[in-house]
């Protein structure tokens, strides 16, 4: 029996059985059967030792780590440096080093990933979602009460509207910060992440400040500029999925939009003036205004509200609803028994 797993063998710290070298994971010089290391909170098999931390002698995953507030816990347990310091690993990595912020093992300078002023390993950087758990880069990442959110979690999941909640100014408020001489000066705080966004860097959407990398599609992950984005209940959305998904329905049933024009004076590149699109209620201007029953779309919004085809006026019809007009090709709107209706 030794000889198949490689002979010899230590006592498993979990179950106290013979763990032989060829099953064995060794974590912080103990030995673990590849079964028995396991998070204690999630009880999922935690493949390779960088993936898991400890806390009093008890196995977490890095997700249940952070999630269960041990970082924090751990930071009050007093970290001492052992005398003699240095040592070669320390030399490899650059010398000196900080507790990581995650697992509070010593990060080295050279394998630090710096977030929020405080130190991580790259491998215990990973959002803290059940169901997500991927590493993460600093530009990829936000935070919310202590925890490490991916952007797609932290959108999809609606913690960015948390966030505003529980901010101490409401969604539109701002702190400059003087010393970002580099970037413009000033700053605000991103609509996503929470994080300083200078001028010089800031996507502005709906007069909402974002950064380039965190104004993305909540469904597609694709990044948007403002000119292809449409937003629906606070999710930033690109216009293909706006129209793919249905939000163009879905915000015409919600919008109560109507036939009265807002103009905007300042979009004299596209011929002056302006009104709003019943359809996304974003500016639409002169010169890209499809007009249709004394209502204005967008020729991108202009579809077919049955199958989504893309309309002319001479080829839709109409029919007047509370919220202002519903399109329909002509083949749908025979199919559907629309031309039989009774108009009120």
Same mark, same amino acid.
């Given at each position: 029996m030794s000889s198949k797993f490689g002979g010899g063998g230590n006592n498993c710290v979990i179950c106290d059985k013979t763990a032989y070298p060829a099953e064995t994971i060794q974590y912080e010089k103990k030995p673990y059967h590849v079964e028995c290391f396991r998070c204690k909170t999630c009880d999922k098999k935690i493949e390779n030792s960088g993936k898991a931390s400890a806390f009093e002698d008890t196995i977490y995953c890095l997700p249940c780590f952070q999630k269960g507030g041990f970082a924090q816990k751990q930071k009050n347990v007093k970290w001492v440096k052992k005398e003699g310091g240095g040592g070669t690993a320390s030399t490899k990595f650059g010398g000196g080093g900080n507790p990581c912020t995650v697992c509070q093992k010593t990060v080295y300078a050279a394998e630090t990933l710096s977030f929020e002023k405080q130190a991580y390993h790259a491998d215990c950087f990973v959002c803290t979602e059940e169901d997500c758990g991927k590493k993460l880069t600093a530009s990829g990442a936000a935070s919310f009460e202590g925890r490490i959110i991916c952007r797609k979690c932290f959108t999809g999941k609606g913690f960015n509207r948390k966030q505003t909640k529980t901010a101490t100014g409401a969604t539109g408020s701002t702190k400059a910060n003087s010393i970002a001489s580099r970037f413009g000066g000033g700053g605000n705080k991103c609509t996503v992440c929470d994080k300083t966004v200078y001028a010089a860097?800031?996507?502005? +959407?709906? /007069? /909402?400040? +974002?950064?380039?990398?965190? #104004?993305?599609?909540?469904? =597609?992950?694709?990044? =948007?500029?403002?000119?292809?984005?449409?937003? #629906?209940?606070g999710d930033i959305i690109c216009t293909k999925c706006f129209t793919d998904k249905g939000y163009n329905r879905k915000q015409t049933k919600q919008g109560g939009a109507s036939s009265g024009a807002k103009t905007n004076s300042a979009a004299s590149k596209f011929g002056g003036g302006g009104n709003k699109c019943v359809r996304c209620d974003k500016t639409v201007y002169p010169a890209e205004t499809v007009s249709f029953e004394k209502t204005f779309f967008h020729a991108e919004c202009f579809t077919c509200l049955n199958c989504d085809v893309k309309c002319n006026t001479s080829n839709a019809e109409g029919k007047k609803t509370d919220a202002g007009v519903e399109v329909y090709c002509k083949k749908c709107w025979g199919e559907l028994g629309l031309n039989r209706a009774?108009?009120?």
């Open positions: 860097e800031t996507v502005s +959407y709906e /007069k /909402k400040p +974002y950064h380039a990398e965190c #104004f993305k599609c909540t469904l =597609c992950e694709k990044k =948007c500029t403002p000119s292809g984005a449409a937003a #629906f209940e009774t108009v009120n």
